[in-house]
C-alpha cells in the first residue's frame, strides 16, 4: 500500500513535470515585464496564442519544416509584437496607473487574436490537432523510470523550457545588458539614476518574456485538441499563480512557482479521484475541479497569503499620485447647451421608437432589444467601474447567475420568469457581496485579478453542476427560459413588447444607478477613489461601501442576464457569458464612457448594433441611391474588427479614463459652451451697468 | 479638567528598528497640544499609531474612555477623532461644498441604500445649511462651489479642516499644517483654528516642525527624539529645556531662524 502510494506519488510528480516546466517558463516571463514595466500583461495569453497559431498555420497550411515554423513564430513574430507593444504603448505609459495598464492590456488581449486571426486569415478548425515541435510527438514514448512513460512532446517541453530558463539565468549573470536588466528588475529608479537607458533595457525585457510566451504557447498547444484563443486565457491565470508565488518580484520563486503548479496539479488529478471513491460527495468536485485548479489555486493564494497583500503597496508607489479625473462634461455644461442635448435626445429615440415600434421588421426588433438588455447588463460596469473604480472581470458570471436561476425556476418550479429574475438578481447580488468580502483586502490590480479567477472558476466548474447550467449534457440541448406573462400582459405574444419590457426595466435601473450616484452610496464611493485615507478619516468604512457597490452591481449584471436569457428563450451560457465576454464587455465600456448612463446605453448599442448596421454596411443602404446590390464591395466587413477597433480604443484609457465618447462630448461641445457662458457673462456685466446707471 | 486621550507607553518597531519606545501623551479636553521631534523622531509613527493606521507593537490608546486600541481608522474617526493631512489629501473631482456635504452625511448616519433610491440621498437643505456655516467660519464662502483642483494649498489645508469639523470632533490632530505654507498663511492658518476653536471648543493635537508655529499656537508640548519623549510640559518652558535645545533646536534660539544666512 505504502509502496504504491509512493510510486503513485513519483509518477504524479514525473507527470506535472513537463506542464510545470512550461508553467515556469510563462511566469518567468510574466514577470520580467511586470518588474521592468509595471504592466500587468493579461495580453500574455494572446501573444502566447498567436505564437502557436502562426506555427500551426505555418505547419499545416503552408507545410513549412519545423525549423522555420519555430522561427517565424516565436523567434521573429513574438518579440515583435512585444516590441511594437512596449513602443507604441507601454513606453509611454511608465507613470499612467497599475489600473489603467491593466484595462489597456485587457483591451489588448481582445484585439490582438482578433486581429491576427484576421490578417493571417486564421480559423480554428476542429479536428485538426496542433502538433508539436518535434516530429512524431505525441506518438513515440520514452520511459526512463519505468512507471511513467514520456512522450516526445513533453519531453521537447521539458528540454526547451529549461534551455531558455538557462539562457535566461546565463544572459543576466554573463552579459551588461543582463546586469542592467537585472538592476532594472530590482529597482528600475535606481537603475535609471545610475545612467542606463531603462526604456533599452524595457524593450529588451518586453521582447524576451514575449518569446517566452511565444514558445509556451507552442509548447502547450499539443496539450489542446483545437487552437481556440480563449483556451489560451487560462495560461495568463497560470502564469499568474507562478508570478504570485514569487509575489511578483522574484523570478527565482516565479520559477519554483511555476514547477509546484504543474506538480500540485498532476498529484491532485491522481489522488482525489481515489478520495472520492470512498466519499461519493466529493465525486462533482473531483470531476469538475480539475480544469479548474489554476483559478482555484490563483484565488486562494490572492485571498489566503497576507504577504501578497503587503507586497502589493510596494508594487505600485505611484498608486497615490494617480492624476484626478476629470470632471464630467455634464458638470460643467452651460443649461443652455443640456437643454438642447435632451431636445436632440427625445427627438432622436422618437424617431429610433417610432421605427422599432412600427417598421422594423422582427431581425432588427431582436437587436434593438438585445442592445438595451446589454444596455442594462452594462449599467453594472458603470457601478463597479465607474463609480467604485474598481476593475471586476465577473460580470459575466454574475450575469449568467441571473440567467441560469430563470431556467431553473422556471424549468422545475414553473415559476414566473419575471420573479425568478428578481430572486436570479437577489442571488447574483449576494454572491457578489461574498465575493467582494475575501478580496477587497487586496484592491486595485490583484482585485481585478481575483475576480478574474473567480470567472474561470465560475466557467469551469459552476456551470457544469446539475442545479446551475442544467449539467453539460443540458447545456448542448439548450436552458430554454420562456417569456413571462404579465396578468393579460404576454410578452412572448411579440418581440415588440419585449422590447417595451426590455426599455421599462432599463430606465428602472438607469434611474436607480443616477439615483445611487448622486446619493449618500455614489458621494461616498466618490469620496474613496479621490483619496481613500481621507474618507477613511471622516469614517467611511471602504469595506462597506465597496460590499454595497459589488452588490449592486452584480444585482444589475443578474437581472440583465435573466432579461437576455429570455429574451433569446436560452441562457445560451457560451455565446453570452463567458469570462472572454465580460472582458469585452469592460473594455467596450470603459472605451466609451464608463462613467455616465449615456455610456452604458452606447456600449450596448456598440456590441449589438455596430457588426450588422457599420460592418455590414447597412447604414449605406438608408442613404439615397445605395442598395444592397451596389454596396461597395469591401462590405461586409468581418465582424470580429469590432474586438480589434474596442480593444484597441481602450488603449486610450490611460489618457482618458473618462472614455472616448465622453472625452469627444466634451471636445465637441466646448467651443459652444464657452460662447454660451461667455454671453451670460456679458449680459451680467450690462445689467449692472445698467444698474449702476439707474442709481 | 480630564484627558479625552490618554495614550500609554505605545511601541513600535519596524523589522528591528525601534520607531518608538514608551510614549505616553495625554491630551486634555479643549486643549492645544503639540508634539515636536527632529526628522525621524516618530511623530508620523506615532501619529499613525493614534489614528489605527498601524497597530503599535504594545500599548493602549483610550478616547473619552474608552480603550479604542483595536478598533479600525474609521471607527476612531466615527468616535471623534478627525485629521487634517501633511501631504492634501482631498477628494478630487468634488467641488468644496460637497467635502464638507460628505462628511456631514457620513457623520450623521442618514444615508441608506433605499433612501438612496428615492431620491433622499442627495444633499439636504439643512445639511447645506449647516455646511455653508462652517465654510463661513473658515472664511472659505466664496469657494463653496469651486473644484477643489483650483483650490491653493493653504485653502486646501482650510477645506481638510472644515472636512474634519463636519464630523464634530472633540480631537482634532493636524499633521504638518504649516508644511508648504509660507509665513503669512501659516500665521493666517494659525488664526483661523484658533477662532473656531474658542467657537467649538476641541482639542487640538498639533504635530510640527515649525517651531514658531508651536511656540505661538500650543500650550503643552511634548518632544520626541530617537522614539522616545525627551521632554514635556508648558510649551514655553519645554522649549527652554536643555535636551531639546540640543537635540533639535541646536544652539539657535527660538526666532533666529530668520538671521541665518
Not at chain 1, 451 to 463: Q, R, S
Amino acid at each position: 500500500m505504502l509502496a504504491s502510494f509512493g510510486e503513485d506519488f513519483f509518477r504524479a510528480l514525473l507527470q506535472g513535470t513537463p506542464p510545470g516546466t512550461v508553467y515556469a517558463l510563462i511566469g518567468l516571463g510574466f514577470v520580467l515585464t511586470y518588474k521592468t514595466s509595471g504592466v500587468f500583461n493579461l495580453a500574455f495569453g494572446a501573444q502566447a496564442y498567436i505564437s502557436a497559431a502562426m506555427f500551426f498555420k505555418a505547419r499545416q497550411d503552408w507545410e513549412w519544416g519545423i525549423v522555420p515554423a519555430l522561427i517565424l513564430s516565436v523567434f521573429v513574430l513574438a518579440p515583435l509584437i512585444g516590441l511594437t507593444l512596449e513602443r507604441l504603448i507601454f513606453r509611454n505609459l511608465r507613470t499612467a496607473s497599475a489600473v489603467s495598464k491593466l484595462v489597456i492590456a485587457i483591451g489588448l488581449s481582445v484585439a490582438l487574436p482578433a486581429l491576427f486571426e484576421l490578417l493571417a486569415n486564421y480559423k480554428p478548425v476542429a479536428g485538426r490537432p496542433p502538433t508539436g515541435i518535434v516530429p512524431d510527438g505525441g506518438s513515440v514514448f520514452y520511459d526512463p523510470f519505468g512507471i511513467y512513460p514520456f512522450s516526445r512532446d513533453e519531453l521537447a517541453q521539458i528540454i526547451v523550457a529549461v534551455a531558455a530558463m538557462l539562457l535566461l539565468g546565463a544572459l543576466f549573470r554573463l552579459t551588461a545588458a543582463g546586469l542592467a536588466m537585472r538592476g532594472v528588475v530590482e529597482s528600475p529608479r535606481m537603475t535609471e539614476l545610475a545612467g542606463i537607458p531603462a526604456d533599452r533595457i524595457s524593450a529588451l525585457a518586453w521582447a524576451i518574456s514575449s518569446m517566452f510566451a511565444g514558445m509556451a504557447g507552442v509548447l502547450i498547444a499539443p496539450r489542446l485538441n483545437t487552437l481556440i484563443s480563449t483556451d489560451f486565457l487560462t495560461l495568463v491565470i497560470i502564469a499568474m499563480a507562478a508570478a504570485a508565488v514569487g509575489r511578483l518580484v522574484s523570478l527565482p520563486r516565479a520559477l519554483v512557482g511555476g514547477m509546484a503548479l504543474g506538480w500540485f496539479i498532476a498529484l491532485f488529478n491522481t489522488f482525489l479521484p481515489r478520495w472520492s471513491d470512498d466519499y461519493t460527495w466529493l465525486k462533482p468536485f473531483q470531476e469538475n475541479l480539475t480544469p479548474s485548479l489554476p483559478f482555484v489555486v490563483l484565488f486562494g493564494i490572492l485571498v489566503f497569503w497576507p504577504a501578497i497583500r503587503r507586497s502589493i503597496d510596494a508594487a505600485d508607489p505611484l498608486a497615490g499620485v494617480d492624476p484626478p479625473p476629470p470632471a464630467l462634461a455634464s458638470a460643467t455644461r452651460h443649461p443652455l447647451l443640456t437643454l438642447q442635448t435632451r431636445a436632440f435626445g427625445v427627438v432622436f429615440f422618437s424617431f429610433i421608437g417610432w421605427v422599432a415600434f412600427t417598421q422594423a421588421d422582427v431581425r432588427w426588433v431582436s437587436l434593438l432589444t438585445q442592445a438595451v438588455i446589454l444596455a442594462t447588463i452594462y449599467l453594472s460596469i458603470t457601478v463597479i467601474t465607474g463609480f467604485a473604480g474598481q476593475i471586476s472581470l465577473c460580470q459575466g458570471a454574475f450575469a449568467a447567475i441571473g440567467g441560469f436561476t430563470v431556467f431553473q425556476m422556471a424549468d422545475r418550479y414553473e415559476m414566473s420568469v419575471l420573479l425568478a429574475a428578481l430572486i436570479g438578481a437577489l442571488i447574483a447580488a449576494l454572491v457578489g457581496a461574498l465575493l467582494s468580502l475575501p478580496v477587497l483586502r487586496i484592491g486595485g490590480v490583484w482585485l481585478a485579478i481575483a475576480t478574474l479567477a473567480f470567472a474561470f472558476f465560475f466557467d469551469a466548474v459552476m456551470v457544469k453542476f446539475s442545479w446551475v447550467g442544467g449539467g453539460s449534457t443540458a447545456l448542448l440541448t439548450g436552458t430554454r427560459v420562456p417569456r413571462p406573462v404579465l396578468g393579460p400582459l404576454d410578452f412572448g405574444a411579440s418581440d415588440r413588447s419585449f422590447l417595451a419590457l426590455a426599455i421599462v426595466v432599463f430606465v428602472i435601473v438607469a434611474v436607480g444607478v443616477i439615483q445611487l450616484r448622486e446619493g449618500t452610496i455614489g458621494r461616498t464611493l466618490r469620496a474613496l477613489r479621490g483619496s481613500e485615507v481621507a474618507a477613511e478619516s471622516i469614517g467611511i468604512s471602504p469595506a462597506r461601501a465597496r460590499i454595497i457597490a459589488f452588490a449592486v452591481s452584480a444585482f444589475i449584471a443578474g437581472l440583465g442576464g435573466a432579461m437576455l436569457a429570455m429574451q433569446q428563450k436560452d441562457v445560451n451560457y457560451g455565446q453570452n457569458f463567458t469570462p472572454f465576454a465580460a472582458m469585452f464587455w469592460l473594455v467596450l465600456v470603459v472605451s466609451l464612457s464608463a462613467r455616465t448612463v449615456e455610456g452604458a446605453a452606447q456600449a450596448g448599442a456598440a456590441f449589438v448594433l455596430f457588426a450588422p448596421v457599420i460592418l455590414d454596411g447597412t447604414f449605406l443602404t438608408w442613404l439615397p441611391f445605395i442598395t444592397e446590390d451596389n454596396l461597395p464591395g469591401f462590405f461586409p466587413i468581418p465582424g470580429k474588427w469590432r474586438f480589434v477597433l474596442f480593444g484597441l480604443t481602450a488603449i486610450q484609457f490611460a489618457r482618458h479614463p473618462e472614455g472616448m465618447v465622453e472625452f469627444g462630448k466634451r471636445r465637441a461641445t466646448r467651443k459652444r459652451n464657452e460662447r454660451y457662458y461667455a454671453r451670460d457673462a456679458e449680459r451680467a456685466a450690462q445689467a449692472a451697468a445698467e444698474a449702476g446707471m439707474a442709481t | 479638567m480630564t484627558a479625552i486621550l490618554e495614550s500609554s507607553r505605545i511601541a513600535k518597531s519596524f523589522s528591528g528598528i525601534q520607531a518608538l519606545t514608551d510614549v505616553s501623551i495625554d491630551v486634555m479636553e479643549g486643549e492645544r497640544v503639540g508634539l515636536i521631534g527632529p526628522n525621524g523622531a516618530g511623530k508620523t509613527t506615532f501619529f499613525n499609531c493614534l489614528l489605527g493606521v498601524l497597530t503599535p507593537d504594545t500599548g493602549t490608546v483610550r478616547f473619552h474612555d474608552r480603550d479604542i486600541s483595536e478598533l479600525p481608522v474609521h471607527k476612531r474617526a466615527q468616535a471623534g477623532i478627525g485629521r487634517t493631512f501633511q501631504r492634501i489629501e482631498l477628494f478630487s473631482d468634488t467641488t468644496v461644498r460637497e467635502h464638507l456635504l460628505i462628511a456631514e452625511r457620513v457623520h450623521n448616519e442618514r444615508g441608506s441604500f433605499w433612501k438612496d433610491l428615492i431620491g433622499r440621498g442627495r444633499p439636504q437643505a439643512d445639511e447645506i445649511d449647516r455646511c455653508d456655516a462652517v465654510l463661513e467660519l473658515l472664511g472659505l464662502a466664496e469657494l463653496g462651489d469651486e473644484p477643489v483642483e483650483a483650490l491653493s494649498l493653504g485653502q486646501g489645508r482650510l477645506v481638510e479642516v472644515g472636512r474634519a469639523l463636519m464630523t464634530e470632533p472633540s480631537l482634532l490632530l493636524l499633521d504638518e499644517p504649516s508644511s508648504g505654507l509660507d509665513r503669512e498663511e501659516t500665521a493666517a492658518l494659525a488664526t483661523t483654528l484658533r477662532e473656531i476653536q474658542a467657537e467649538k471648543g476641541f482639542a487640538i493635537l498639533l504635530v510640527e516642525h515649525d517651531v514658531d508655529l508651536v511656540a505661538d499656537f500650543t500650550e503643552r508640548l511634548y518632544v520626541l527624539d530617537f522614539g522616545s519623549l525627551i521632554a514635556e510640559g508648558p510649551t514655553a518652558e519645554t522649549l527652554q529645556h536643555p535636551a531639546v535645545r540640543t537635540a533639535y533646536l541646536g544652539t539657535l534660539e527660538v526666532g533666529d531662524q530668520e538671521a541665518m544666512p
